[in-house]
């Protein structure tokens, strides 16, 4: 059971978790690499769901500086005080 | 630019502000038709917004911009910048629609955040009108690069695809149709306009 827990909070699973998260949040059936492969509606919903999961109003600049998914899914782990 | 308004050209009513996060709608105001015609009549946009590649005359731009128009305020940065103009035209009040439109300048329709003052009109139209559904419409490829394809079915409904009916980029393309209600709105945003505004520039 312990191998368990800890196979399931592995930093790739959480970032797995954490991408599912945003998936169902938006309701979308996949994410793209390169936020800037989304249009502006997309995008939109995109940051709304990020500060949404993490409980966390970003500065704007932040929210402009964001280019991947990657770059969301950092921020989640952070918020949520993971390593 | 410069464009001289006749004074029933104005906005009918009081500036108005609502406020979101990040920004706010007011009412259009004189001093707006000079960025308003630019954007508008970028090649960018041009093929893309009401106008559909026939921008009017600038003299005859103010009677365009509030032809079949219900209502629309301009979307700025809490630092007063404009940001782009959101519309709710064609609307039948008894049957409870609107369609509304948006257009952001350049350099802001990639950035994502101003999307909140799209929120923050339907929100203004669903508290202020008995609307029950509003509707987006848009060219195909233009539907396509917004995003309202990626969100259909889960926040919009296609409802209609006229089919090659726009002239567009040189070919008829489909129209799409898409409707927001009322409850799927809410229930997907409710929370997020519930919360109380604290400004965060």
Redesign the interface.
């Known amino acids: 059971m312990a191998e368990l827990i800890a196979a399931a909070t592995t930093p790739t699973t959480r970032r797995e978790a954490d991408r599912a998260e945003l998936l169902a949040r ?3 059936a996949r994410l793209p690499d390169r ?2 492969d ?11 769901a990020l500060q ?1 999961s993490t409980e966390e ?4 600049e932040l ?2 500086s964001l280019t991947t998914i990657d770059d969301c899914l950092y921020y989640m782990t952070v918020k949520r005080g993971r390593a | 630019m410069t464009i001289d308004i006749p004074t029933d050209k104005l906005a009918p009513s009081a500036p108005e502000v609502v406020l979101g ?2 920004t706010r709608l007011r009412a259009l105001q004189m001093a707006d038709y000079g960025w308003l015609y630019e954007t508008l009549t970028d090649m960018d946009a041009v093929g893309r917004w009401r106008f559909r590649g026939a921008p009017p005359e600038p003299e005859h731009f103010p009677d365009v911009l509030w032809l079949g128009v219900q209502t629309q305020l301009v979307v700025e940065s809490l630092q007063g910048e404009p940001i782009g103009l959101v519309t709710s035209y064609g609307a039948d009040l008894r049957s409870g629609y609107t369609k509304v439109a948006c257009v ?1 300048r350049p350099e802001f ?8 003052g ?1 929120l923050r009109f339907v929100h203004h139209l669903l508290t202020h009108w008995p609307l029950r559904k509003i509707y987006f419409e848009a060219p195909a490829p233009v539907a ?5 394809a ?2 259909a ?3 919009l409904v296609p409802e209609a695809c006229l089919t090659d009916h726009d002239l567009f980029d040189g070919r008829h393309v489909d129209l799409a149709i898409y409707a927001l209600t009322r409850d799927r709105f809410y229930a997907r945003f409710g ?2 306009l519930d919360r109380p505004v ?1 400004v ?2």
């Open positions: 938006l309701g979308w936020l800037t989304l249009g502006p509606l997309e995008r939109g919903l995109l940051l709304l949404e109003e970003y500065p704007t929210l402009e | 996060r990040r952001f329709q990639q950035r994502g955040w101003p999307f909140e799209v396509k690069d917004a995003g309202l990626t969100v079915g889960d926040l929370a997020l604290e965060n520039a």
